[in-house]
């Protein structure tokens, strides 16, 4: 049973930074895309970032919601299993439950609705 399991949530200041990470297990990703969605408070989920495949170069790109460009930065450890997502110069707008996704398929990983694995969530709240 895969399982992916969200960690680094917690209070911040604005401006602050925060690093959340998330480990698999049950399958590897390995070669596969890993995300993150973000659900704030009365909002419907929303795509944050995803670590994708670049098969032709054997290594991993960043695609990011255009609200987190140049400031949040989101990584793999295959050995691990795990995607990391740096979070810089945090706002209010950003406080949401963070949410780590994966799927095998390439074409589903920035579509909320076929995304096959998800995790609990963690919180992030910024305060000013």
């Known amino acids: 049973q895969v399982q992916l399991v969200e960690s680094g949530g917690g209070l911040v200041q604005a401006g602050g930074s925060l690093r959340l990470s998330c480990a698999a297990s049950?399958?590897?990703?390995?070669?596969?895309?890993m995300a993150w969605f973000r659900q704030a408070p009365g909002k419907e989920r929303e795509f944050v970032a995803a670590?994708?495949?670049?098969?032709?170069?054997?290594?991993?790109?960043?695609d990011y919601a255009d609200f987190v460009k140049g400031r949040f930065t989101i990584s793999r450890d295959d050995a691990k299993n795990a995607v990391s997502l740096q979070m810089n110069s945090l706002n209010a707008e950003d406080t949401a439950v963070y949410f780590c996704?994966?799927?095998?398929?390439?074409?589903?990983?920035?579509?909320?609705?076929?995304?096959?694995?998800w995790g609990k969530g963690t919180l992030v709240t910024v305060y000013s």
């Open positions: 049950g399958r590897s990703f390995s070669g596969y895309p």
């Open positions: 670590a994708r495949w670049s098969g032709g170069g054997r290594t991993y790109y960043g």
């Open positions: 996704a994966a799927d095998p398929d390439d074409s589903h990983i920035k579509a909320l609705p076929f995304v096959n694995y």
